[in-house]
């Protein structure tokens, strides 16, 4: 079945290609092919062990980064499906943006990143990239997944000039100031929807933030007021889901309709000029305005509460005391990370510490660092 893209859609038949040449797939596209590789990798099972915001053992019903990542490969389809973009690369990006997250989130991530500070630093971001292209180790003929050149553009989200001095082509258009085609700007723009409304959602299940809180921001209580005019006798969790329901539809609503004028307005003819225009898949500036009020709200009320900031000290912790004992005796090391620390020890340590789940990283921890007497 051949679906009718656009012209300023990426065309899998035109990709740029994969860095190891490879026959063209049957009975699917390219594109495809790079989904159902990073759907069957083991870096994507883990994501179900990893934190969002709420680490797993907190409930069982809070986003682990495999379900984030499944929203947002589903928003990411929908809003590349109405504007004629190829919604399998599209999908294929949403699904590998996490793959290079440490265990525990932000924090996680900002711990390696301190410890990796005299070796070059650590960035979840290129590390996603590094699980793709070099650390899953399945196929016969090359390291990483061999993904498309297109795939591997919307991985890499954004990256420093330093780092893409290192990088092959993905590096190139950071140098040049250019952006990526049009799904990968999809894709980014989805992560940022999913996440701040499914963060709403966790924050009021948690308890950590009330709805009387919430009301504070215009988005949310324009939504939460309709939702009550039609429905007063509606209860808490129902009228909280609908609330988040609408404003999912409103914020990617306004995401299609802003970027199809956008499209209008530069009528690019291909991939080629979209990646020289400035960024066409965007908020319109009400709506822009609407998310970083949601932002602050969330930062100063969510992830800065102190029942976060304790697990998120905790896991700082965990992370450091991990890469310092590492360093200090790299022996330490499973012997497949032990070769690879004979060529660059601090590399992969980080590796294997990004690689890890929390629990994996908290029974490493306990490993290493207690006595156990009966
Ligand atoms: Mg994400």
């Not at 709420?54 to 379900?67: A, P, S």
């Not at 950590?208 to 006798?233: C, D, G, N, W």
Request: hydrophobic fraction near 40%.
């Amino acid at each position: 079945m051949t679906v009718k893209l656009a012209p300023h859609a990426a065309i899998a038949a035109q990709s740029r290609g994969r860095r190891h040449p490879e026959p063209p797939p049957k009975g699917r596209t390219a594109f495809q092919r790079d989904r159902d590789r990073i759907v069957h990798s083991t870096a994507f099972r883990r994501l179900e062990y990893k934190t969002q915001v709420f680490v797993n053992h907190e409930g069982d019903l809070f986003r682990t980064r495999l379900t984030h990542t499944l929203e947002v490969a589903q928003i990411g389809r929908s809003v590349a499906r109405h504007l004629g973009l190829d919604e399998d690369l599209t999908e294929a990006i949403t699904l590998a943006h996490d793959l290079g997250h440490t265990p525990f989130g932000h924090s996680g991530q900002d711990a390696l990143n301190a410890c990796m500070k005299p070796y070059g630093g650590f960035e979840h971001n290129l590390q996603s990239l590094r699980v793709v292209d070099v650390l899953e180790q399945r196929y016969a003929a090359f390291d990483g997944l061999n993904l498309t050149f297109e795939t591997r553009e919307g991985i890499l989200k954004h990256c420093s000039i330093a780092n893409a001095h290192r990088l092959d082509d993905v590096g190139e258009r950071f140098l040049r100031r250019q952006r990526p085609g049009l799904e990968a700007q999809v894709a980014n723009l989805a992560d940022e929807i999913a996440y701040n409304n499914h963060d709403v959602d966790d924050g009021l299940r948690s308890g950590l933030v009330s709805l009387e809180q919430l009301a504070t921001v215009s988005i949310f209580q324009r939504h939460m007021r309709a939702t009550l005019k039609a429905y007063p006798r509606i209860d808490q969790r129902r009228l909280v889901h609908e609330t988040v329901r609408r404003m999912i539809d409103t914020v990617i609503t306004d995401l299609m309709r802003e970027s199809a004028r956008k499209l209008r307005e530069h009528e690019p003819r291909n991939i080629d000029e979209v990646r020289k225009l400035p960024a066409i898949i965007g908020f319109s500036p009400a709506m822009q305005k609407e998310q970083a009020e949601l932002k602050r709200f969330l930062r100063t009320h969510l992830y800065r509460h102190y029942r976060v900031s304790r697990m998120s000290s905790k896991a700082r912790r965990i992370i450091t005391d991990l890469f310092q004992a590492f360093i200090a005796e790299p022996d330490l090391l499973p012997p497949e990370f032990q070769t690879r620390a004979r060529e660059d020890a601090p590399r992969a340590i980080a590796d294997y510490i990004a690689g890890m789940t929390d629990r994996y990283a908290a029974i490493e921890h306990r490993r290493l660092f207690s006595v156990e007497i009966a």
